[in-house]
């Protein structure tokens, strides 16, 4: 089953196209490709049984771990110099193991306390970076291709909804490494570890770098971007809606994120300074992927070159690099089959790289400048009344309704009486597992919805709403959701 991870399969096939469309390589190109589908497919086979660290007692999970990181070093030590050494880290295998796309979100949240609950610091420590610098490099890569689909700009109100309501789960499992993260660096500057205190910082602004102003300025609304309703939130054996075990350590991995990026925006804005993109040069806010797995696939492909580099690795993507890994990375679709137009629109974006930094580095300047200033953005509140408590909802008269735009619904009768928009029922269920909503509730004829694009446009710009009529269920789960805007 095809599961977006390496298929040497499919990369053989796509080898073989290259060829029927320039010439077949001699004896040696052959069997060096096959040399690296054969490494590419034990990469693949370690992806999957890194995941199975777990699967006996937790207190071997190390002791595992350390067997796969000895295994995949046995395999760079007996491959020919002219092999590409696709990864180099074990650890880094976790995050590459769940880059791929799936309707099930719950199991990576068990992974994460997991990894929290049974390794060392050091090991959970080197698989966050790798999490949150994949996670950022997908989100970054997304907001280049809706910009070049679409023709918009960087900054355009509709990217920033889509990027902030399309996300959740990455920006759920983000701030889940920001945390340990950040009091890493936290320890590394006391410890006075430059060296360590710069990687980290770089990790750092890499996970944040897809929408540094939420992730810095704006944790009132990234909190609530960051709730998945089906996940986190439940309801007891009294029928009290509460938030579900993972919603609970998430709230509080919530509020400790707040605390430490409140504490050391001014130390990271210092930092940040070290990673500005140099023309010429390589920056890993420039590079362009999918998946973290197409990163390995880009390598395997290269391969049917001679020429091609071998001596990078996934984990040098998302570092700087001077001139020779500007060309590595500019060079993965450089194949001779490739059309040339179709070449350049991934060459690498020097100016969006530079775009990507400055957003970082504005934001984290605004953050210290306000917080100096001891000023706050001023943020939008939701009210939540009853239909039948009359007087609330009288004395609540001034105060907006919530525009019909962020209410979706598949029940005509609610659609017909200009409650909701029209919302298909397959997509509303679909973009509910995804996370796009607030709230949502079934109906007698369908389901409704309320969407977080009221998140940025109404409460991000300052306006206060109201919601009159909410099941009472469906109204508990709002407050669960978003217990700093109302």
Request: glycine share 6%; proline share 4%; hydrophobic share 40%.
């Amino acid at each position: 089953m095809h599961n977006d991870l390496v298929d040497p399969g499919e990369m053989m096939k796509r080898g073989f196209h290259l060829w029927r469309q320039t010439r077949w390589p001699g004896r040696n190109g052959r069997v060096r490709y096959a040399h690296t589908l054969f490494n590419s497919y034990l990469i693949r086979c370690l992806e999957l049984l890194i995941m199975r660290l777990w699967d006996a007692e937790s207190g071997s999970a190390a002791n595992r771990l350390a067997q796969i990181q000895e295994m995949l070093e046995q395999l760079w030590k007996n491959s020919p110099a002219d092999q590409p050494v696709l990864v180099r880290d074990a650890r880094w295998l976790i995050p590459l193991a769940q880059s791929p796309t799936t309707d099930e979100l719950a199991p990576y949240f068990e992974v994460a306390e997991k990894i929290a609950q049974t390794l060392a610091d050091e090991d959970r420590t080197e698989i966050h970076k790798a999490s949150v610098q994949m996670a950022g490099g997908h989100l970054r890569s997304q907001l280049r291709h809706y910009i070049l689909k679409n023709g918009v700009a960087l900054d355009e109100n509709s990217l920033v909804l889509t990027a902030r309501s399309t996300n959740a789960l990455d920006l759920a499992l983000t701030i889940q490494g920001l945390v340990p993260l950040l009091k890493a660096y936290e320890h590394a500057r006391h410890s006075g570890n430059q060296h360590h205190q710069l990687e980290l910082a770089s990790a750092i602004c890499q996970g944040i770098s897809a929408d540094p102003e939420l992730f810095v300025n704006r944790l009132d609304l990234l909190g609530a971007y960051s709730m998945i309703e089906h996940l986190f939130i439940t309801t007891d054996h009294e029928g009290r809606v509460v938030y579900t075990p993972v919603g609970r350590r998430h709230v509080q991995l919530l509020e400790e994120y707040a605390g430490l990026i409140s504490l050391l925006s001014k130390r990271l804005h210092e930092d940040c300074g070290h990673f500005r993109p140099v023309d010429g040069t390589y920056s890993p806010y420039g590079v362009i992927f999918g998946f973290s797995s197409n990163l390995t696939e880009h390598m395997t492909l290269k391969a049917l070159q001679p020429d091609a580099m071998t001596h990078f690795t996934l984990e040098d993507v998302f570092t700087d690099g001077s001139a020779d890994k500007l060309a590595w990375v500019s060079g993965w679709r450089k194949l001779p089959h490739i059309e040339p137009g179709v070449q350049r629109l991934f060459d690498y974006p020097q100016q969006f790289a530079e775009a990507m930094f400055n957003r970082i580095e504005h934001a984290l300047r605004r953050s210290v400048a306000e917080g100096e200033a001891n000023t706050e953005v001023q943020t939008g509140r939701l009210f939540i009344l009853p239909s039948d408590d009359l007087e609330a909802v009288s004395k609540a008269s001034l105060i907006a309704d919530l525009p019909v735009q962020y209410i979706g619904s598949s029940d005509p009768q609610i659609v017909a009486a200009h409650k909701a928009h029209s919302y298909d029922q397959d997509r509303l269920l679909h973009d509910r597992q995804e996370g796009m909503f607030l709230v949502s509730y079934q109906t007698s004829g369908g389901w409704v919805a309320v969407t977080k694009d009221l998140l940025t446009d109404v409460l991000g710009a300052g306006r206060a709403v109201k919601i009159v009529g909410l099941p009472s269920a469906a109204a508990a789960v709002l407050k669960l959701m978003c217990p700093d805007l109302l």
